[in-house]
């Protein structure tokens, strides 16, 4: 026993052994005050900063035993997302600090750890549609491998391949059972305004990022599949939408849903539908020569429409746009014969000042309307 010591005292006074070893021996112990093996417990604080509440453990302080394992769940308000932990005297060590739930030890003494929330940002704009070019529905994704206990800088990492899927689902890419990583990329097509919010659930680390600004964090290594959320307000329209992920030793799971009850969109998974990728397929089928971009007509000026078309036994309906892509309005519906391939039209300006504009755009499109499309650069058009 520690700090304790044994003194014996032997009265050699019997014949009988078994009479010296039961009434001629006295042990006697003698202790500094502290019981034999007592453990050493500190008072671990658990504190919330503004935006966010603690959920486990369930009241602070508490008291714990030195280096004992004790589970610290962060859970971010409506507006908010968790950034990290902050420890005041580094008598603890924490496991993942940038993980909303982790485990703390204490080594050395009492201590306060407190969770930091950031708010969403705000002020997403959609992406604008000039910018866009072909979309096909998908999302693309490069695959890493390497050993990480947290997201790692994956711009600064090779990747072993590169493709497209469906979804941000890790079972949709081709991967290694541990110790792998996958950036998924695209743009996420928002059909009405409103209040999303989104969901990341993954075993282990995961973020979710809308025009690059971090919405979900939910990173570190989680046993089993962890979900964390976050509500913005968005407008209608594209954002570029990017999911970062990596596996350490858990079973592989990522999965991204979003919900917005308010316009009767339940939680649903974020798939093909409302996920798009840049067109990477063949070569496109309609391309316009004329306008090039840059061009300046004049109310009343004939506008010379030029376009190739490689499927030449069908219709294209041409439109103009005045707003730089936002809205178009049909001037003319032009019937292929069988042996051209090269479409054109003259369409008269017509003298009407609110035509004047320096954001305007011609787009072919398939008839009927939905298939190939193809959209020129900006020109100009003034008064006459």
Request: hydrophobic share 35%; charged share 15%.
């Amino acid at each position: 026993m520690e700090n304790c010591r044994f003194i014996k005292h032997i009265t050699p006074t019997f014949t009988s052994a078994v009479a010296m070893c039961l009434s001629a021996c006295t042990v006697f112990i003698a202790c500094n005050g502290k019981f034999p093996n007592a453990p050493v417990t500190y008072q671990l604080t658990v504190l919330a900063g503004t935006g966010g509440t603690i959920t486990a453990p369930s009241s602070s302080p508490v008291t714990v035993n030195k280096d004992a394992a004790t589970t610290i769940t962060a859970s971010p308000n409506t507006g908010y997302i968790f950034q990290k932990w902050t420890v005041t005297t580094e008598s603890a060590t924490i496991a993942y600090k940038n993980a909303a739930s982790t485990i703390v030890r204490l080594t050395a003494g009492n201590d306060t750890v407190q969770a930091v929330f950031v708010p969403v940002p705000s002020g997403l704009n959609p992406v604008d549609p000039a910018d866009l070019g072909r979309l096909e529905p998908g999302v693309n994704y490069n695959y890493y491998t390497g050993s990480w206990s947290s997201l790692p800088d994956f711009s600064a990492c090779v990747p072993e391949a590169s493709d497209s899927c469906g979804s941000f689902d890790v079972s949709e890419v081709p991967h290694r059972s541990t110790n792998f990583g996958i950036v998924f990329g695209g743009y996420l097509n928002i059909p009405y305004g409103g209040d999303y919010t989104f969901y990341a659930k993954s075993s282990d680390g995961s973020a979710l990022l809308l025009n690059d600004s971090v919405i979900i964090d939910n990173d570190g290594i989680h046993s089993s599949p962890n979900e964390a959320s976050a509500t913005v307000t968005l407008a209608e329209g594209k954002y570029l939408i990017s999911v970062q992920y990596f596996d350490a030793t858990s079973s592989p799971a990522c999965t991204v849903s979003y919900a917005c009850p308010s316009i009767g969109i339940d939680k649903t998974t974020i798939t093909n539908g409302i996920l798009y990728r840049p067109f990477t397929g063949p070569v496109p089928k309609i391309i316009i020569t004329s306008p090039a971009g840059g061009e300046t007509y004049h109310l009343g000026d004939s506008l010379h429409v030029r376009w190739i078309y490689r499927h030449f036994d069908d219709m294209v309906y041409c439109d103009i746009s005045i707003d730089n892509g936002a809205n178009y309005t049909l001037i003319s519906q032009y019937a292929f014969a069988h042996t051209d391939t090269n479409g054109h039209m003259d369409w008269k300006i017509p003298v009407n000042d609110s035509l004047v504009t320096q954001q305007a755009r011609i787009r072919v499109r398939d008839y009927p309307p939905g298939g190939d499309l193809c959209v020129s650069n900006a020109f100009s058009i003034d008064s006459n």
